[in-house]
């Protein structure tokens, strides 16, 4: 079976490994390249204690074994497993999740400044280097057989018996027995779902090692530490990313002992995919067989767990249920373009 996978960020690298490793043949696109979109500037948490709208919520217990998995099985995949904090805790319980007293948060983040009223620790968290992992993840499908071509808009999706088969790019036509969306923001040329693109901004502040031990989440920002060393920050972007970096080192700062002087050396704005109900949508594309969606926001903790389903659903025929929720026949206008 070939399948074509549009988009060579995390989602799209996450379903062409899974796609060849079934046995399909796979060809993944990226008009531009790994990691060019959302996945580029992300954050990289695997978060299973945040919020899981809709349909997510079947797959938050499949998250964290599906990353150890492709942790095990995919040179390159490398994990910081160093659970996280949620300050202060928010209402209401979460699975997986444990509410700490003042101590018990002091004794794993020893450098924050007031750990009360305490926190919601989720041990089984972790954070990767988006850009690594998708690169790694490609390679691992190129070891299966896929091949990729970056650098190669697509233009469309080719119709042929009223069915997807293929994609239209510059570099003429490439076909297919499915073709597999997977391009966050730029989903709108090839079919037309409520996806609109969320700036958020990442920020590299300089830091000594261990003064953020774990990934910490605080209203307006979520910062932990980089492999290489220093701290990323994350924050949203009302006033344009120079200010944001300023915010993100002061809410830091204001937090944690050690980091006043600290000034961003490094500010990255990412466009996340983000559906109107906020919820993933993945599955096939009414109107036309054998195209099929995938788009969410939170798509590097989602995208090992969903990369296995899409690849279950189109190349093995066999319905998954945990995705019954994320359907994109949930919205009522969705009409395919390009044919
Ligand atoms: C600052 C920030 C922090 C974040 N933090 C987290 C976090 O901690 N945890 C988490 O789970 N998520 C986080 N996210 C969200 C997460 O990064 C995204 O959900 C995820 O990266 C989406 O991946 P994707 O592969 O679906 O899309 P993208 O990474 O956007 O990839 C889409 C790709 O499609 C390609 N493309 C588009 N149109 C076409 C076309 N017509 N032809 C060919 N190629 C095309 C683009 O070039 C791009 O490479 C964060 C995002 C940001 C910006």
Redesign the pocket.
């Known amino acids: 079976m070939r399948v074509v996978v ?7 690298a996450a379903i062409a490994f899974a796609a060849a490793r079934r046995g399909a043949e796979v060809t993944l ?4 390249g790994p ?13 299973t204690s945040g919020k899981f709208p809709g349909g997510a919520a079947a797959l938050r217990d499949d998250v964290l074994p599906h990353w150890r998995r492709l942790e095990a099985e995919v040179p390159g995949v490398e994990i910081r497993w160093t659970g996280s904090l949620t300050w202060p805790a928010p209402d209401g319980p979460v699975p997986g999740a444990q509410l700490l007293a003042a101590d018990r948060v002091a004794a794993l983040e020893p450098n924050l400044r007031d750990p009360s009223p305490g926190a919601l620790h989720h041990p089984g968290d972790g954070a990767l280097d ?1 850009v690594a992992v998708t690169g790694a993840l490609i390679d691992a499908a190129r070891g299966l057989g896929a091949r990729t071509r970056f650098g ?3 233009e469309r999706v080719l119709v042929r018996g009223g069915r997807a088969a293929g994609v239209e790019t510059p570099d003429g036509p490439i076909g297919a027995d499915a073709v597999v969306a ?5 989903m709108a ?2 079919c037309d779902l409520p996806v609109a693109a969320s700036p ?3 920020v590299r502040i300089p830091a000594q090692r261990g003064l953020v031990r774990t990934v910490f989440a605080a209203p307006g920002f ?1 910062v932990r530490e980089r492999a290489g060393g220093g701290l990323l920050a ?1 924050v949203g972007c009302p006033d344009g990313p120079e200010e944001a970096g300023h915010r993100a080192a002061r809410a830091v700062a204001a937090a944690f002992r050690g980091t006043a002087d600290a000034r961003p050396d490094a500010v990255h704005v ?4 983000m559906p109107a109900d906020r919820a993933p949508i993945v599955g096939p594309v009414p109107g036309l067989p054998g195209l099929y969606a995938a ?8 995208a090992p767990v969903v990369g296995d389903l899409v690849a279950t659903e189109v190349v093995d025929g066999v319905p998954a249920a945990a995705l019954a929720g994320c359907r994109p026949e949930r919205y009522a206008a969705c009409d395919t373009q390009g044919t």
């Open positions: 549009v988009g060579a960020g995390i989602v799209g696109v990226d008009a531009v990691a060019a979109g959302a996945t580029g500037a992300s954050f990289g948490w695997i978060g988006p190669v808009p697509v997977a391009a966050g923001t730029g040329g090839l958020a901004v990442l979520e994350a990412g466009l996340r995919p788009v969410m926001h939170s798509g590097v903790t989602l």
